[in-house]
């Protein structure tokens, strides 16, 4: 069974540019998570979908991220324009029941 | 406030020598569920073990157990004889009913095993 994919792997911007990471999800999972992970921290939820829904987003700075999930499979997750502070990594997660299954992340660096 | 605490910023543990990774959590709910996720240097969150408040046996998994000690609110990962390849940053997380499944997580604890 394929697992959670992520792309790209690794993305070094501007502050003031944006970029777009992806998440195709393992088959089948309705519900997908998307995560900020600063270096030396635990995962923080930026927002959750339950098909193409979304079910929490109040930790999404909604004035520069943004994030999609059109047909209720993939999704993509945008910065525009993004700040030194957004260097992370983005993590995609999701689940049918009981655990969540991550993907590797997406790491931003933030010039 | 629900919260989960991981008091152990970092460890270094000789190989085949059994490690114990300490996780507290605080939270008024009754039903609730705590993960432990090993997080090697690639990047990928790999669910370890999971275990219920009302479970009444400690979850086992492999090399992985986990030390439940509900009054002390207390959910402590145990490895079994350490390997090279357990090396890297363990989270606990917690689950709460009514949220969506979102998780709690700690900042993590780095492991790493020496030859």
């Known amino acids: 069974e394929a697992g959670v994919a992520q792309s790209p792997r690794y993305k070094i911007i501007e502050k003031r540019q944006s970029v777009a990471f992806w998440c195709n999800p393992i088959?089948?999972?309705?519900?997908l998570y998307w995560y900020q992970q600063i270096l030396g921290q635990g995962p923080k939820l930026l927002i959750q979908f339950q098909n193409n829904g979304v079910v929490d987003d109040s930790q999404l700075p909604k004035d520069r991220f943004s994030a999609e999930r059109l047909k209720g499979v993939d999704s993509t997750l945008k910065i525009q324009p993004a700040k030194l502070e957004d260097s992370a990594v983005y993590l995609c997660a999701s689940r049918f029941t009981g655990e969540l299954f991550f993907g590797e992340g997406s790491r931003l660096t933030v010039l | 406030a629900q919260k989960i605490t991981q008091t152990q910023p970092g460890m270094f543990v000789q190989e085949k020598e059994a490690v114990t990774l300490d996780c507290t959590y605080d939270t008024s709910d009754p039903s609730y569920g705590l993960f432990w996720y090993k997080q090697p240097s690639s990047g990928e969150m790999i669910f370890l073990i999971y275990?219920?408040?009302?479970d009444q046996q400690n979850a086992t998994e492999g090399r992985y157990s986990l030390n439940f000690q509900k009054a002390r609110k207390s959910a402590n990962l145990v490895i079994s004889a350490s390997q090279l390849g357990d090396s890297a940053m363990y989270f606990c997380?917690?689950?709460?009913?009514?949220?969506?499944?979102?998780?709690?997580w700690g900042a993590g604890t780095k492991l790493i095993i020496k030859p």
């Open positions: 275990q219920g408040s009302y």
């Open positions: 088959s089948g999972h309705a519900t």
């Open positions: 997380a917690m689950k709460l009913p009514d949220s969506n499944y979102q998780l709690i």
